[in-house]
Nanobody, 121 residues
């Protein structure tokens, strides 16, 4: 069974930094693109950043220049370095990945359980 396990959330002051990690675990064949999404109270889930296996990145305008997404393909782990954090970055952050669990199977969309990031003085 495939699982995405996130870590690294917490409480940080405005202007501070956090680093989120997301590790794909279990039995699977190939991990394709991975990404980070977030959902604030009362708002829809939105894309924060994504990264393909080829290294193409995509960022939400609100985080460009402050957040950096990276991955370790050998460890199937995705990271999100968040700098210059603002109160409006407060949300539950979710890891997402497209994974082919077995050779010849379809590619499926997997999600982590989410990790809370709170930016407050």
């Amino acid at each position: 069974q495939v699982q995405l396990v996130e870590s690294g959330g917490g409480l940080v002051q405005p202007g501070g930094s956090l680093r989120l990690s997301c590790a794909a675990s279990g039995s699977f064949f190939v991990v394709y693109s991975m990404g980070w999404y977030r959902q604030a109270p009362g708002k829809q889930r939105e894309l924060v950043a994504s990264l393909t296996t080829g290294g193409t990145t995509n960022y939400a305008d609100s985080v460009k220049g402050r957040f950096t997404v990276s991955r370790d393909n050998d460890e199937n782990t995705l990271y999100l370095q968040m700098n210059s954090l603002k109160p409006e970055d407060t949300a539950v952050y979710y890891c997402q990945a497209y994974i082919r669990p077995r050779p010849g199977s379809s590619r499926y969309d997997y999600w982590g359980q989410g990790t809370q990031v709170t930016v407050s003085a």
